[in-house]
């Protein structure tokens, strides 16, 4: 079972086997709601939350409000039904639909305050293989001011994705060659799947009360970065 709400947009997906279930939906803001959605997307998927064997969940960047919603979903899952848990950087996400194999792709989203948060993924699994279509972190997701990110970027081929198309002046100043998306990129709880496949494989689970979720300008402190 996949979670994310860390953007404007819930998304849950359910993978048994080669086959995925998502749902998606607009803001949700009671957990009624939230549930609601879960157990429509197990339903299309043919399960019940006992048939679960592990949790997903996208630890933003994202809201206060919408990271803490699911967070709070998936402890009272495991509460009731214990299982292994992922937690990932939600840009995974992104990054499993635009870093095909070698291409690297920036993702930038408006943090306000004259900030924004950014991150760089490349794809790197060869076809062919099990873990293909896994993305790879080059820089990880963290708060910047814009110039501060495009000045780490050592190329001037990335593709740039999520909100960077508000920044495509500032971008194209500083790489001419840049691929820019024109629209708003959301991350999906599917395109989650392959890397946490491979997190469970490996064993790189979390305990619930480890995990950390990655706000928009928390009020104690301004993260700089996240595993």
């Known amino acids: 079972l996949v979670i994310d709400n860390s953007s404007t947009r819930l998304s849950v997906a359910v993978a048994t086997g080669s086959a995925v279930w998502h749902a998606g939906a607009a803001p949700v803001d009671t957990s009624v709601a939230f549930t609601g959605i879960v157990d429509f997307c197990l339903s299309q998927a043919g399960i019940g939350l006992d048939d679960i064997e592990g949790y997903v969940l996208g630890t933003g ?29 939600s840009y995974y996400a992104l990054a499993r639909v635009y870093a095909p194999l070698g291409r690297r792709c920036a993702f930038i989203f408006d943090a306000r305050r004259g900030l924004i948060y950014g991150a760089v993924y490349r794809g790197a699994v060869r076809r062919g293989t099990k873990n293909e279509g896994r993305a790879v972190s080059m820089m990880k997701p963290g708060l910047f001011e814009l110039n501060e990110f495009l000045e780490r970027l050592d190329e001037d081929e990335y593709l740039f994705a999520g909100e960077s198309w508000r920044f495509a002046d500032a971008i194209r100043q500083r790489f001419p060659r840049a691929q820019i998306i024109d629209e708003t990129v959301y991350p999906r709880a599917c395109d989650l799947i392959p890397e946490a496949l491979y997190r469970f494989e490996k064993g790189r689970t979390i305990e619930p009360r480890d995990i950390i979720p990655l706000y928009l300008h928390p009020d104690t402190c301004q993260v700089r970065g996240v595993k």
Request: proline share 14%.
């Open 61 to 89: 960047p994202g809201s206060f409000t919408g990271l803490r919603m699911s967070l709070s979903l998936i402890k009272g899952f495991h509460a009731a039904l214990p299982r292994p848990i992922v937690a990932l950087p």
